[in-house]
């Protein structure tokens, strides 16, 4: 059995950036990390490191460990305050929409760029990377969020991004067509291919949205 990683090695991972996962620590750190399968280091000057989805794993059972013992909503409804940047997946009960909350979105998209270009093996930009396909709703609310779609909220109509079975695929409601057309549309300028369904029992119309890979 893999050991856990230690008290240092836990900090490192706990305080790596939330959108694209960059790592800041001792080299000693750094590369007990990549030895363990947690972390990786870019090619590229100047050579950060980031994690890996195992590092992403262990960093979200922290969280949720957290979360359940404070009793804070699951990711997507971080309350108001916090300080941690939550994606807005749609539907949340108390969301955050301080004065901050657009240059939050804007860096956090700006991040998710700078993360595309530094891990697609081409550098491109234009096209989701690994991170998103590991986190397929946050990716894809943080993308209609930064493109200013508007998510579902306590008294305002909106997106609303879930999960499906399906892999790689989320679905996104919408109050009516235009919206979901206005979604499906900011999604592609992301980098996603979005198609509109009916569901066969509600006959509710949605996207079935994934990230390209070419």
């Known amino acids: 059995m893999t050991r856990p990683p230690t008290a240092a090695q836990r900090r490192v991972i706990d305080t790596a950036d939330p959108v694209t996962g960059r790592l800041r620590g001792t080299d000693a750190q750094l590369a007990a990390l990549v030895k363990r399968g947690l ?14 989805p195992a590092g992403h794993r262990i960093r979200e059972a922290e969280e949720e460990t957290v979360a359940v013992a404070e009793r804070t909503p699951d990711i997507g409804e971080a309350p108001a305050g916090t300080g941690v940047f939550s994606a807005r997946v749609g539907g949340e009960e108390d969301p955050y929409d301080g004065p901050g909350r657009v240059r939050e979105v804007h860096s956090a998209w700006q991040g998710l760029l700078e993360l595309r270009r530094m891990t697609n093996p081409d550098g491109a930009v234009e096209r989701p990377c690994g991170w998103e396909r590991a986190h397929l709703v946050r990716a894809a609310a943080l993308a209609l969020e930064a493109s200013g779609q508007r998510p579902a909220g306590p008294d ?20 009516d067509g235009a919206a979901l057309r206005a979604c499906a549309a900011a999604l592609e300028r992301a980098g996603w291919q979005a198609g509109e369904y009916t569901e066969p029992r509600t006959r509710a119309r949605y996207l079935l949205a994934s990230p390209r890979r070419v």
Do not use: I
């Open 156 to 175: 305002a109509d909106g997106y609303r991004v879930r999960a499906t079975p399906q892999p790689e695929a989320v679905a996104v409601y919408g109050p």
């Open 39 to 52: 972390a990786f280091r870019h090619p590229r000057p100047p050579h950060d490191h980031f994690l890996t």
